[in-house]
């Protein structure tokens, strides 16, 4: 690629080259301030990786559920899912738009971690892969709302996409030889979801008359229940 092409690539996939710049930047930074020891539990922690303890303690910290799409756990974890973020969020991209792109990312990412929050409250979590899958789970409300025959086809192939990479993490990844730290399946399955429902609410807008309007009324009721819940119940439960 020569520079026009890359300008000309960037001008296309804003959304994608913002993302992947500023979450590995984010990374050079912890690794800048910790060195060797940016991936232990305390450090992660002081970076803004999710906790649920410390925000049943303080609930000023329900911003925790907003750092973790921007902290990762080790130069492999990053290089995984900047990998999967570049190259196929690109594709997505020409697809959302990268407004919509940009809204569904981080909005799946929050959402992800609330039902991390929710259903696995004691575990330390970081990591962009629930954002990621958003945006999968986009692309197959797409095909499901709008009910349009291309879009539909992408979106089945992005499903099948879903379900075998979720199959994949119940294998132990130390088996092949890589050390990812422990893969939260919650905030893949959570992201999937979340991405899905807003798919509906925040459509590409040359969509929206695609997709019929009670759609956006009952993903929009169901998106803000659910994310309710999984925030306000840890606190009830506990």
Same mark, same amino acid.
């Given at each position: 690629m020569n520079f026009e092409q890359v300008k000309?690539?960037?001008?296309s996939h804003k959304a994608t080259y913002i993302l992947v710049s500023v979450t590995t930047l984010i990374w050079?930074?912890?690794?800048? &301030? /910790?060195?060797n020891?940016?991936?232990?539990?305390?450090n992660l922690f002081n970076s803004g990786a999710l906790f649920g303890p410390a925000i049943l303690q303080d609930p000023t910290q329900f911003w925790r559920l907003i750092t973790?799409?921007?902290?990762?756990?080790?130069?492999l974890h990053l290089?995984?899912?900047?990998?999967?973020?570049?190259?196929?969020?690109?594709?997505i991209e020409d697809i959302l738009g990268w407004k919509c792109f940009f809204v569904i990312y981080l909005l799946s990412g929050?959402?992800?971690?609330?039902? &991390? /929050?929710f259903l696995t409250p004691n575990v330390l979590s970081a990591g962009a892969s629930g954002a990621i899958f958003g945006l999968?789970?986009?692309v197959v409300g797409l095909g499901y709302f709008t009910e349009m025959p291309v879009f539909k086809q992408i979106g089945k192939t992005f499903a099948v996409m879903i379900v075998i990479m979720l199959l994949l993490e119940f294998f132990d990844f130390q088996t092949l030889g890589l050390s990812v730290g422990n893969v939260n399946i919650w905030a893949h399955i959570g992201g999937a979801i979340g991405g899905l429902m807003l798919a509906a609410i925040f459509p590409p807008k040359e969509l929206k008359r695609a997709?019929?309007?009670?759609?956006?009324w009952i993903t929009t009721s169901v998106f803000l229940l659910m994310f309710a819940a999984f925030v306000l119940l840890p606190f009830i439960l506990h």
């Open positions: 000309r690539d960037f001008l050079l930074g912890q690794f800048l &301030t /910790f060195g020891q940016a991936t232990s539990g305390i973790p799409i921007f902290i990762h756990i080790g130069w290089l995984m899912n900047m990998l999967i973020l570049f190259f196929i969020g690109r594709m929050i959402f992800a971690n609330a039902v &991390t /929050f999968f789970g986009a997709i019929p309007r009670y759609y956006k």
